[in-house]
C-alpha cells in the first residue's frame, strides 16, 4: 500500500532578495581627509562622509526608503561609470518587486556581463527563475551563488525549497541543513520543521 505524504501542507516562502552594496572603499582624500594610514588607531575620531557621495550611493539610500526616485539615480550611476554591477543588480531587484520579471532578468544578466561571478546578481537569478517556475536555472544560479559566498544562509535556504518542488528530497536536506547551520537560530523554526518532513519522506 502507498503511504501518501501531505508535503508540504503549507510551503513555506522563498528568503527574499539581497541588494549589492558598494565594493569599492571611499577614497577619504576625496571628501578632504589625507589619507594617511591603511587601519586607523582605535582612539581616532572619524568625520561623517556626505550622506549620498556618488550617483549609486543616492540610488541605493533612495532605494531603501522605497522611494522611486531610487531607479533614476541607479541608472545616472551607470551612465557615470559608478558602481555598474551594483546598479544593474538592483535595478533587476526594483523591476522584480514591479513584477517586471523579463526586465529584471535583463538587468541581472547585464550585471553577470560585467561580473560574472557576482554574488547577489547569481542569487537574485535564482529568486526570479523560481518565481518564474524554472526551477532548474533557479538551482543553476543559486548553486552558484553558493560556491561565490559559501556564508549566505538564504541561498542554501532558496536552493533547498527548488530541490523540494524538484523532488530530490535528499539533496533538499543536505541544503537546508547547511542552512541551518549558518543562520542565527531564531531563524530556524521553519527549516526544522521542513527537515522533519523531508526525513519522513525519504525513509
Known sequence: MTKVVQFPVNPPEKLGPKKARRRRKPNLEDYGQLNMFDQLPDNTPLL???????FFEEALSL???NNPEA???YLLAIENGQSIEDAYCNLGILKSSQGDLSKAIDYLTLCLKKNPRHFEAHYNLGNVYSDLGNLELAKV?????TQIETEYPN???NLGLVLISLRRYDEAILSINKYVELAPSSEH??????IKTLNSIAK
Open 189 to 194: 523554526h521553519t527549516a526544522t520543521e521542513l
Open 63 to 65: 532605494d531603501e526608503n
Open 155 to 157: 541561498s542554501y535556504y
Open 71 to 73: 531607479e533614476k539615480y
Open 141 to 145: 544560479h543559486y548553486e552558484l551563488s
Open 48 to 54: 561623517s562622509l556626505p550622506k549620498a557621495g556618488s
